[in-house]
């Protein structure tokens, strides 16, 4: 669990980077590359004072992949009409040509007043897919970074960066879209009128079994228990269920596995998919379920899901929002 923490991270240089494209493609030689970068190995916080000292019940929590962030501005006004004092994000650029090589985390936070945790998932290696180039007015990456998020308008306490257990399935020469690194968590402690709960945004693996997914989130649930022992959780994200196992999302044996070890899904209703094309995802091969809360000692009152259409119809994102209610503690 990575917990050093930084206003502003460190950035390979062009050169640096260009020179990770042609490394033998082994998870030896990744795990040494990603060992060596300062920006992989720490958290980068910033935005707004907090605005309360608590939450107060009951309170809304919004978790969205938001599709690396083309659109910010827009984005947050989404997120601003659900009332969610507490923001999940994954999919977040930082410093790629694809979103004009801005900071949507920190452009999100500012429109909403929140405070952040960032975290680097991927260090990108290339301009991203060929739709993604027809964004791209620069023919390079000033930074660089690909990552999740979590923002509140309360103070996040201990942030903490968990880099998920995968086998460097996005640093092979096959791949349209080299990069370095290994998806993550972003997590940290939250206040309420109740006591401190643990808050996670997370994004599981895509290019995988439903088994590999499984012990992404297991290693995922040890290591914040290990963090915070006893206190409440909840994880929210894209969870890509049904990815790779024929889009059914009930055939993904996490499931089975977090209600064992006490926790509930949220998800919305069962028959509603969260993804849609999108202006990069322009033709999927079909509509999924991926967009879940997972939580342990919380009463969960309602969950469902926000389209990312804007008022024009425009998608935001290939993937709808996922909002849950937040009624209090339970045992």
Not at 155 to 174: I, M, N, T
């Amino acid at each position: 669990m990575i917990r050093n923490t930084v206003s502003a991270f460190t950035i390979p240089s062009h050169e640096q980077r260009k020179s990770f494209v042609s490394l033998e493609k082994t998870p030896a030689v990744h795990a040494a590359t990603l060992t060596s970068l300062v920006c992989m190995n720490t958290l980068r916080v910033g935005g707004a004072e907090a605005e309360v000292e608590v939450l107060s019940f009951p309170f809304t929590v919004a978790a969205w992949n938001l599709e690396r962030c083309l659109f910010p501005e827009e984005s947050a006004a989404k997120l601003r009409a659900t009332g969610a004092p507490l923001v999940l994000l994954s999919e977040m650029d930082e410093g790629m040509a694809r979103t004009e090589q801005r900071d949507p985390t920190a452009v999100v936070a500012g429109e909403l007043g929140m405070n952040y945790a960032y975290g680097v998932e991927f260090l990108e290696l290339s301009l991203g897919s060929e739709i993604e180039h027809s964004f791209c007015r620069d023919d390079f990456n000033e930074k660089g970074f690909h990552g999740n998020a979590l923002m509140a308008s309360v103070a996040l306490k201990d942030a903490f960066l968990f880099r998920l257990p995968g086998e460097a399935v996005w640093f092979k020469d096959s791949n349209e879209q080299p990069r370095v690194g290994e998806r993550c968590a972003i997590g940290a402690i939250v206040e309420t009128e109740a006591g401190p709960f643990v808050a996670v945004s997370v994004h599981l693996e895509s290019v995988a079994t439903a088994a590999y997914r499984e012990r992404q989130m297991a290693a995922l649930i040890d290591a914040v228990e290990a963090f915070a022992p006893g206190l409440p959780i909840l994880i929210g994200g894209d969870l890509n269920t049904g990815n790779h196992t024929g889009g059914d999302f009930s055939a993904d044996t996490l499931f089975a596995m977090v209600e064992a070890r006490g926790f509930r899904c949220h998800g919305g209703p069962l028959d509603q998919a969260s993804t849609r094309p999108s202006l990069i995802t322009r033709f999927p091969a079909r509509a999924m379920k991926l967009d879940w809360f997972v939580s342990r000692g919380l009463a969960i009152g309602e969950s469902h899901l926000v389209s990312s259409l804007n008022e024009e119809g425009k998608p935001l994102s290939d993937h709808d929002m996922v909002v849950c209610t937040i009624e209090g503690f339970s045992t």
